[in-house]
């Protein structure tokens, strides 16, 4: 069994910490928890494998005197976080599911296998005390790219920011759309404004 071989086996046990596969001649190879998947989300094997599942395994290290044999499920499928920076750069919109919510904020699938956190402080222009009150798990949200940390694979989002570039957005759009050195364009503008964030306002609420 050289290091980086495939093998094909039969999930023996599921345990805290990984899952135990069958690969032949009295052979038990453990996947350890954080060798299952790239989501990092995924805290317990059991999430993902049962006993008797048939499962492939790329083989990491072979310990004979330790009677150790390591193996790992992720290695076989692309690490999403490859090339991270280029698909998600600071300023940019997207959309996601929420997947978790926390004290501190909420968790937005943004891509497969990819969360980024958006703090407390960043879901709403209103203050809000707790994350839980405004969002569950499974609400579809937007939200712009505060940064990204590729080493730690932490995305920064923010859900305030996103309704902000919308009305930038729709002021541009409308702007664009009126004749230039019409004084009444702008008191229309004002009006259009202040009507929309009254309505998010009331919505809010």
Avoid: C
Wanted: proline share 3%; no cysteine.
């Amino acid at each position: 069994y050289p290091i980086g071989s495939v093998i094909r086996g039969e999930v023996r046990n599921v345990t805290d910490f990984g899952v135990f596969v069958d690969i032949g001649e009295e052979i038990d190879g453990l996947v350890h928890v954080s060798d299952l998947s790239w989501n990092s989300r995924i805290k317990n094997p059991g999430e993902l494998y049962k006993k008797g599942d048939r499962v492939q395994a790329k083989v990491l290290k072979v310990d004979p005197e330790a009677q150790k044999f390591s193996l790992g499920i992720k290695h076989l499928m692309e690490d999403p976080w490859a090339g991270i920076e280029k698909r998600f750069r600071k300023g940019d919109l997207v959309t996601g599911k929420v997947t978790r919510v926390a004290d501190f904020g909420a968790f937005v699938e943004i891509a497969e296998g990819i969360e980024g956190l958006v703090h407390v402080s960043e879901i709403s222009r209103e203050k809000v005390e707790s994350p839980a009150a405004v969002l569950k798990a499974g609400d579809e949200v937007g939200a712009v790219v505060l940064g990204v940390d590729r080493a730690n694979k932490k995305v920064s989002l923010s859900i305030r920011g996103y309704q902000d570039a919308l009305e930038r957005k729709d002021t541009e759009s409308y702007l664009e759309k009126q004749p230039d050195g019409h004084g009444e364009n702008i008191g229309a503008l004002g009006e259009a404004l202040l009507a929309k964030m009254k309505s998010n306002g009331e919505q809010g609420g």
